[in-house]
């Protein structure tokens, strides 16, 4: 992230650029990014943003993988400040099914049979953007995150209303992510309903049909850029960064 926060400032001179860090220290914000609920965390977020006079006339928000999707969360909640443009970098915005060779066999059956208890959901982050494609309604149910942000509870009208007011909503996908299963995930797809194999893109969705939280919308008026990077999940340039994301978007 200090990497990211200097190519910004050294491209983009006398702009104003924070990081956001959960917690007293990099050990704590650590530890917070595997452990604690994420509701509370972006709420945390929330009135970090509020309290920031240097952002009362709006800003530009970068995601990195699962920060990505918790950024669509303070956009969809949180408006004041207003985000501007928001940018995901490998965020599964439809959740996860598996974590490919990141995980072991353990690690995957606990998440396949457990996740959705309530200590689980309350307690590990990852557990609280788990997606059942095979249980959906077990998911829908159940999910104290994810599928609240998503509208697949209920259609939270704000919550449609504050995502559209985006100027632009930029997700990066890594067309060899060995991370983010399934990939499509990163640019709003996932694995049709009932089965973990065949994988529907954004506009095959309920999601996007039903406009759950406006895509549709936002699709029709130019407001979605889906941005490919031909590599492993967050492997990317400086160069790249700099070309296809901070000279495009970050004005």
Request: glycine share 8%; charged share 25%.
């Amino acid at each position: 992230m200090t990497d990211l926060k200097n190519l910004i400032k050294q491209n983009k001179p006398g702009i104003c650029v924070r990081s956001i860090m959960i917690g007293e220290s990099i050990e704590a914000d650590r530890e917070f990014s595997f452990n604690g609920n994420v509701n509370d965390q972006v709420e945390e977020v929330c009135q970090m943003l509020a309290k920031d006079r240097k952002l009362k006339n709006g800003y530009h928000a970068i995601g990195i993988s699962q920060g990505g999707l918790f950024f669509r969360a303070v956009a969809q909640r949180c408006p004041s400040p207003p985000m501007k443009n928001l940018i995901t970098i490998g965020s599964p915005h439809q959740g996860i099914y598996g974590c490919g060779s990141a995980c072991k066999y353990f690690i995957q059956w606990w998440f396949r049979h457990l996740v959705y208890y309530s200590y689980f959901q309350h307690r590990y982050v990852s557990a609280q953007y788990w997606h059942d494609p095979r249980k959906e309604a077990t998911y829908r149910q159940h999910s104290i995150f994810l599928a609240d942000i998503n509208n697949e509870k209920e259609i939270n009208e704000t919550y449609r209303r504050n995502l559209q007011k985006l100027k632009n909503f930029v997700m990066v996908k890594f067309l060899r992510d060995s991370i983010v299963h399934p990939r499509e995930s990163q640019w709003f797809g996932f694995y049709a309903p009932g089965q973990s194999h065949v994988v529907l893109p954004l506009r095959e969705t309920r999601t996007y049909k039903e406009d759950r939280l406006g895509l549709k919308q936002m699709d029709n008026a130019g407001k979605l850029h889906f941005v490919p990077v031909d590599g492993d999940h967050l492997y990317y340039g400086g160069n790249w960064f700099l070309e296809e994301i901070v000279k495009k978007f970050i004005v």
